[in-house]
């Protein structure tokens, strides 16, 4: 899909020309500036309004479909001081600022991230690393409570659609928080005061750019994959694409015994399940460590695909919040299962529990194969809805 296309969509207008006629522009039958300048807002669901003399918030909400409480929402202390000319307001559209549909990759993560931050200013964003492909890492914060609560995404590239899920989750629990609503029956201003999330939503940029056809393939980033996928011919390519561009699998890169799993794993990089050449070595993984390290999570959840499954127990069995794996599995519908041994170590979760002992999940959400049609996000998000409110409530 043509971004174009998106935002038409999320402008609620079903070609170019009946965009052009709503917003009282020139038909002129092209992509004309005028018209691409207009629809571009649409992408991150806000206008950047400079206010007229004797313009009232009304006039302005009337002019973009928008409501006086969401104009506040998204502007602080714009209660407090009066309207001057020129002053420079940021209006929320009436559309979703992540849709069921959009189609996924680094830049589009950009332009969610600049769509929830105008809408909820609350939101703070921090580049945790940039990958070897030059892409961002981003670490999200919102709430204020002494519960710390880490949850991440898209660690293997083509599961993707775990990054766009909570992303999907964010921006609802965003709208709880502004508009006093609850989220799966939680208030979202008590979550917030309760809690501090951190989001990290898309660990593996640079994999997930190619796993999603975000990276051409007359380019060198391409070939450079298909060489590595070379190793590995059983594997579609690139669909079966989990690694991060390196050719290392990122969640068998943490230092859990992972000389272990380096010993029943491939012994060079390819599309998946190469542990690198030492724990660590990536700067995805390095910055997620560091970072661990910095905020002491209390609790931590790792989304992938798939199976329906909930993994919460240490390498010996443990569960440490045995009550609260039991309200995840039963809430979703997902199973609490033991890790399969081969799937063991070397993984964020791994990593986590053995340092701390505390409560940490993976979720390995959906079923089918992967990766997961972008179709599945609306079930997936009814089964994780309730996993992600649990989390933040504890
Ligand atoms: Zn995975």
């Given at each position: 899909?043509?971004?174009?296309?998106?935002?038409?969509?999320?402008?609620?207008?079903?070609?170019?020309?009946?965009?052009?006629?709503?917003?009282?522009?020139?038909?002129?039958?092209?992509?004309?500036?005028?018209?691409?300048?207009?629809?571009?807002?649409?992408?991150?669901?806000?206008v950047l309004h400079r206010m007229e003399p004797g313009q009232t918030l009304y006039q302005v909400a009337?002019?973009?479909?928008?409501?006086?409480?969401?104009?506040?929402?998204?502007?602080?202390?714009?209660?407090?001081?009066p309207l001057l000319p020129g002053q420079a307001v940021q209006v929320p559209l009436d559309?979703?600022?992540?849709?069921?549909?959009?189609?996924?990759?680094?830049?589009?993560?950009?332009?969610?991230?600049?769509?929830?931050?105008?809408?909820?200013?609350?939101?703070?964003?921090?580049?945790?690393?940039?990958?070897?492909?030059?892409?961002?890492?981003?670490?999200?914060?919102?709430?204020?409570?002494?519960?710390?609560?880490?949850?991440?995404?898209?660690?293997?590239?083509?599961?993707y659609i775990t990054s766009v899920l909570l992303w999907r989750l964010l921006e609802d629990y965003c709208r709880s928080i502004r508009e006093d609503v609850g989220l799966f029956g939680f208030s979202g201003r008590m979550l917030f005061r309760r809690t501090s999330l951190y989001l990290v939503p898309l660990v593996n940029p640079d994999g997930v750019d190619l796993a999603t056809g975000e990276i051409e393939p007359d380019s060198r980033e391409y070939t450079a994959a298909q060489d590595l996928a070379a190793t590995q011919p059983q594997v579609p390519f690139p669909s079966g694409w989990k690694?991060?561009?390196?050719?290392?699998?990122?969640?068998?890169?943490?230092?859990?015994?992972?000389?272990r799993v380096k010993a029943r794993?491939?012994?060079?990089?390819?599309?998946?399940?190469?542990?690198?050449?030492?724990?660590?070595s990536q700067p995805e993984t390095m910055a997620l460590a560091d970072y661990v390290r910095r905020i002491h999570p209390d609790l931590l959840a790792a989304w992938h695909t798939q199976g329906g499954e909930i993994y919460a127990a240490d390498g010996q069995g443990r569960i440490p919040d045995e009550n609260l794996a039991r309200k995840l599995a039963s809430a979703s519908g997902y199973q609490l299962c033991s890790v399969p041994p081969e799937s063991e170590g070397g993984g964020l979760r791994d990593w986590f529990l053995q340092e701390t002992g505390k409560p940490a999940f993976t979720i390995e959400a959906g079923r089918g194969e992967n990766p997961l049609p972008m179709e599945d996000l609306r079930q997936l998000y009814e089964e994780n809805l309730p996993i992600f409110a649990l989390l933040l409530a504890g």
């Open positions: 899909m043509h971004w174009t296309e998106l935002a038409l969509k999320k402008a609620g207008c079903g070609s170019r020309e009946e965009f052009q006629r709503k917003n009282g522009l020139n038909l002129s039958g092209r992509w004309d500036l005028p018209t691409c300048r207009a629809l571009w807002p649409w992408l991150p669901g806000y009337q002019r973009y479909g928008s409501s006086v409480q969401q104009i506040l929402a998204a502007n602080c202390g714009l209660k407090d001081r559309c979703m600022v992540v849709p069921w549909d959009a189609p996924f990759g680094s830049q589009m993560q950009e332009i969610f991230l600049e769509g929830l931050q105008a809408r909820c200013p609350y939101l703070e964003a921090k580049a945790l690393t940039k990958t070897a492909g030059g892409r961002t890492v981003w670490a999200l914060r919102l709430g204020t409570g002494p519960r710390r609560v880490l949850l991440t995404a898209g660690h293997h590239a083509n599961e690694a991060n561009l390196q050719g290392v699998d990122l969640n068998l890169n943490y230092p859990a015994q992972w000389e794993k491939p012994r060079r990089p390819g599309p998946r399940d190469y542990p690198g050449p030492s724990p660590l």
